[in-house]
């Protein structure tokens, strides 16, 4: 009884902090939502679109399609949805990666008279996998798991976990697929590339490994991988019209590399003329660790020290060959490679890091491939605990004056969160709808203050990510009420790859506020305005998204029908290999001294 009476106050207690915390949390709830209610009156109304009432419009939709049909230059748009799935499976003596891509094709049509969209999903035979499963010894895991986690994981599985090398051949595998499907023949190629995956999120996530990769010294034909390649790479994708790259001060080099792409050379004062920047100012450039890899410089021009385009094609070249042996040849040692060390040869295994320098390369040839083939490449996340939107992006315009400082109360913890709130308490706001285009650079743009003062900030100080590649959203594609009750889809993020033929007044115009700091120097990111500027590229995305999110599955209401049957695809794949995978281990346990004691003679017959 004395137990029975102790366990009961035990859950009482348990109960009674439980319902604490809730009501808690409802009581915080509400209150940052009606403070988000409150910021959207004062301002944050500007920055939401009503694209139903825009597609409503026939002028607006008929001005729409043909700005669709002159961009693709037909009327009937091939697109692919792209998922991915990864497991690491742990067993006595080795582990097992597996990765995944699964592709879903079909078509979306254009009519004019009257103007509307349909959507044609293709027969499975007709979708495309790759598949990649690896086993790694535990006593080679030194190779791929991170120093960093040395001093707190206890045994190597959990090493190797931590690593999240799997999370890595996953990404691999989703933009390789990507490449390969935008690098088709002009017949099979898509206009159309949707991937479950943030891509600036990647860009960002794989940029600023070069000093860890250790790939460098792998041969790729007659010669070597070596590291000023990698220098190269990551100055890529080049877009003048774009303005991409940039001259900002702490990347100058990487405009020098697409300026010297397909020349020997450039007099300092043509590059003056060119930049507004000064002699100087490009000397302290020329110094620098990276530029001293790359150039040459007398005081009155700049040379390249090798030739940057055949540098650039070999390194593609090199992703290629290795995400073949990967996925589709599935070579035993894929992801193993020859270094010398203490003056022997022997084979090591890839790490996370050099996994992230495969997907850096990749994701810029992607960028590039889109740009040569008009292929508009879209990325959604369906859930995401960030606040780029109303701390990043509202915060560092509140901060350079170009949005009013209205009071700001304590808002939702998250984007999704603040405008889902609202979503649900104006009535007179119907799905489709979105917020203004941002650029992807605020993701680390951000602003911080101390006791000097307020400054505009890098992620760890410099940290930028690529300016002018990629406009963030976030938007819902489902609401609907009736009466008291509403019913909705949730807000989804969505990243944009930038074009000229949509995109270059939001890069060229004098209204772009330009951030400026002694640390980060000047920089202009794309920037689109309210919602009384027609954005073509924004509004092109929303109506064909808008198309693909009308499916009958609850459990994903308002969110791309093809994505989520590439999410049934990879899964199903991953379910088919999971059967293999677990018997492997059968190979190990023929083997009785790889078998534990206990086991052994528990079996033993008497």
């Known amino acids: 009884m004395h137990n029975s009476s102790m366990l009961s106050k035990i859950f009482r207690c348990y109960q009674d902090s439980l319902n604490c915390s809730i009501s808690r949390y409802k009581q915080s709830y509400e209150?940052?939502?009606?403070?988000?209610?409150?910021?959207?009156?004062?301002?944050?109304?500007?920055?939401?679109?009503?694209f139903e009432s825009k597609?409503?419009?026939?002028?607006?939709?008929?001005?729409?399609?043909?700005?669709?049909?002159?961009?693709?230059?037909?009327s009937e748009l091939n697109f692919v949805a792209i998922d991915g799935t990864c497991?690491?499976?742990?067993?006595k003596d080795f582990m097992v990666f597996f990765a995944?891509?699964?592709?879903?094709?079909?078509?979306?049509g254009i009519e004019t008279d009257p103007p509307k969209l349909s959507y044609e999903r293709w027969s499975m035979d007709q979708d495309v996998s790759i598949v990649s499963y690896i086993p790694v010894p535990y006593a080679e895991s030194g190779d791929i798991s991170d120093v960093s986690f040395e001093n707190f994981a206890v045994d190597d599985a959990s090493k190797i976990n931590l690593s999240h090398i799997h999370t890595r051949l996953m990404e691999l595998s989703e933009i390789y697929l990507a490449y390969q499907m935008a690098s088709a023949s002009t017949l099979s190629t898509p206009q159309i590339i949707l991937m479950d995956r943030s891509l600036s999120g990647v860009l960002m996530s794989t940029d600023g490994y070069l000093s860890a990769v250790r790939l460098f010294g792998h041969p790729i034909g007659t010669r070597q991988l070596v590291f000023r390649d990698g220098l190269v790479a990551s100055a890529h994708p080049f877009n003048d019209r774009l303005s991409v790259p940039t001259v900002k001060k702490f990347a100058r080099w990487k405009f020098l590399v697409k300026e010297l792409d397909s020349k020997n050379e450039i007099q300092i004062e043509e590059l003056i003329q060119k930049t507004n920047i000064d002699k100087n100012k490009w000397a302290k450039t020329l110094n620098e660790t990276y530029a001293r890899e790359l150039f040459e410089y007398d005081g009155f021009k700049i040379s390249r020290k090798f030739d940057f385009a055949a540098s650039w094609f070999d390194t593609v070249r090199f992703f290629e060959e290795f995400c073949d042996r990967l996925f589709h040849r599935r070579e035993a040692e894929a992801l193993l490679y020859p270094v010398l060390e203490n003056g022997h040869e022997r084979l090591r295994w890839m790490s996370p890091e050099d996994i992230a320098f495969l997907i850096n390369v990749g994701i810029r040839a992607l960028i590039e491939k889109c740009w040569e083939k008009r292929?508009?490449?879209?990325?959604?996340v369906k859930d995401s605990a960030t606040k780029f939107f109303s701390r990043n992006y509202i915060g560092v315009m509140r901060e350079l004056g170009h949005y009013p400082q209205v009071p700001v109360k304590y808002l939702p913890w998250t984007d999704r969160s603040l405008l889902e709130g609202l979503a649900y308490q104006l009535d007179d706001l119907s799905a489709p709808w979105a917020t203004v285009e941002f650029d992807s650079a605020y993701m680390s743009l951000h602003v911080e203050e101390d006791e000097k003062g307020r400054y505009i900030r890098g992620h760890r100080g410099l940290l930028v990510n690529q300016e002018r590649l990629f406009a963030r959203s976030l938007g819902q594609f489902y609401k609907k009420s009736s009466g008291s009750k509403t019913l909705m889809g949730h807000v989804v993020f969505l990243d944009r790859l930038l074009d000229p033929y949509f995109d270059n007044q939001f890069m060229n115009s004098d209204s772009i506020p330009t951030i400026s700091s002694d640390v980060l120097g000047e920089i202009q990111p794309a920037f689109f305005g309210d919602n009384t500027v027609m954005n073509y590229g924004q509004a092109t995305v929303m109506n064909l998204l808008g198309i693909l999110t009308r499916n009958l599955f609850p459990e994903v209401i308002g969110y791309p029908d093809p994505l989520h049957k590439a999410d049934w695809g990879a899964k199903s794949v991953k379910r088919r290999v999971d059967r293999l995978i677990q018997s492997s281990e059968i190979t190990f346990r023929i083997n009785p001294l790889n078998q534990k004691f206990r086991t052994l003679r528990d079996s033993a017959r008497r």
Do not use: C, W
Request: glycine content about 6%.
């Open 31 to 50: 209150e940052t939502t009606k403070n988000g209610l409150s910021f959207y009156d004062d301002f944050l109304n500007t920055l939401i679109i009503d």
């Open 55 to 74: 597609f409503s419009k026939p002028h607006t939709m008929n001005l729409l399609n043909s700005k669709i049909m002159e961009y693709f230059q037909k």
């Open 100 to 108: 995944a891509a699964y592709g879903v094709r079909g078509k979306i």
């Open 375 to 380: 292929i508009l490449l879209i990325g959604i």
């Open 87 to 91: 497991s690491a499976d742990p067993f």
